[in-house]
């Protein structure tokens, strides 16, 4: 018999999170706040910056507040072709392309580059946009062992058609770095594609900044499509592909996320750009920023924690289950600190974390004030055995 509570199941998924202690709510952050900000992913301190925010309002009074329509009818502006001109240039790559989302860019860059009757091989530490491309992809997905280019080189041995290598080029969860350049002569040498998720890499990663592909020699490579965010290092809101030229014309004739969205409001293109030309003029930015994440990891794991040595900004503490980690979290907040938790099912081995973001204009007396605060409030079982 049916029931007349067409959504009574929803009240049996809260009750399961409740008693794993996994439930999640919105925090409305004030316009203005007391607290050390090592949660957000303002990576060189550009959400603010006078330049960007100046560059967002001018970009919305010249353009208006929406972009009006999809990229195809009414969404293009002059901002977003220079935008991408310069994005392209400064990575490295021949073409960019400009989306509403990173999130968008990466379901963009999955689907529109594979195959009926192809294969994607997919690290199995890959952020959720990587892994909802997969599933949305007419290609048969593969994953495998999380930075293992023999494992990669292993399933690509076993597949005779298109294929497709798809990998973070920073992991969100860890902050650990995947062996790019390894990737790429392995997908080399059976012919397949390197797709690279570099939400985390640009800004911080490469020379000046320019991103993880930069860094491993392939910035503009033929085999090799990169996507971006612009709302981590650059402060804005949006996502990109940035690749050879072709593929980009592929992805504005065929990417769903790109042809049925409204285009990245012009505020948000004027505020990017704004930043990405501050990285390229102050290119010290990045180099403070992988410093700041290594003196939060020479803090923590000094002090007895369990910190994952940061390949980037982001450093990652390990925390002994969910409820302690949100209540670890919550303490870190309550004493001034706003810090990022992390707990199943965001992370894929279901190990509870702190995550705390590095960022280019935190002092060294902020940085030890918040590694104080981590230890200060850790759970006993926390610390690692002597």
């Not at 033929?222 to 593929?247: E, I, N, Y």
């Not at 004739?253 to 948000?268: E, K, M, Q, S, V």
């Not at 920023?289 to 980037?312: I, N, Q």
């Amino acid at each position: 018999m049916p029931t007349n509570d067409a959504f009574g199941w929803i009240d049996e998924q809260a009750a399961l999170r409740r008693r794993a202690g996994l439930v999640r709510g919105l925090r409305p952050r004030p316009r203005t706040s007391t607290l050390l900000d090592l949660a957000s992913n303002d990576y060189l301190g550009l959400a603010r910056h006078p330049a960007v925010t100046a560059a967002a309002a001018e970009a919305a009074r010249d353009w208006g507040a929406g972009a009006t329509g999809s990229r195809l009818v009414t969404g293009s502006t002059a901002l977003h072709a220079e935008l991408e001109r310069e994005l392209a240039a400064f990575t490295g790559f021949e073409s960019a392309l400009v989306l509403s989302s990173g999130y968008a860019a990466n379901l963009a860059a999955v689907t529109a580059l594979s195959v009926p009757g192809g294969l994607i091989v997919s690290d199995a530490g890959n952020h959720a946009s990587l892994i909802d491309g997969c599933r949305l992809a007419r290609a048969a997905t593969a994953v495998v062992p999380h930075a293992d280019p023999a494992a990669v080189r292993k399933t690509l041995d076993a597949h005779d058609g298109s294929a497709l290598a798809v990998t973070d080029a920073v992991f969100s969860v860890d902050g650990d770095a995947a062996p790019l350049a390894r990737l790429a002569e392995v997908c080399r040498a059976h012919g397949a594609g390197l797709l690279v998720d570099d939400a985390h890499g640009l800004g911080v990663l490469g020379p000046g900044g320019r991103g993880a592909p930069a860094a491993a020699g392939l910035a503009g490579a033929p085999d090799v499509v990169a996507t971006v965010t612009l709302s981590k290092s650059l402060g804005s809101q949006g996502g990109a592909v940035l690749g050879p030229a072709r593929v980009i014309e592929h992805l504005v004739n065929t990417a769903r996320t790109f042809i049925f969205d409204t285009g990245l409001a012009p505020a948000a293109a004027g505020g990017a750009l704004a930043a990405l030309r501050l990285l390229a003029g102050e290119p010290a930015r990045a180099a403070r920023a992988l410093r700041v994440a290594a003196l939060l990891h020479e803090g923590l794991t000094g002090a007895g924690l369990s910190a994952v040595r940061p390949d980037a900004a982001v450093v990652s503490v390990r925390a002994p289950a969910p409820e302690a980690a949100l209540a670890w979290a919550g303490a870190c907040r309550s004493a001034g600190l706003a810090v990022g938790c992390f707990r199943p099912p965001s992370v894929p081995d279901g190990v509870s974390r702190l995550r705390l973001t590095a960022r280019a204009d935190l002092d060294d007396t902020q940085v030890a004030e918040a590694v104080a605060t981590v230890v200060r409030t850790a759970p006993a079982e926390a610390f690692r055995p002597v």
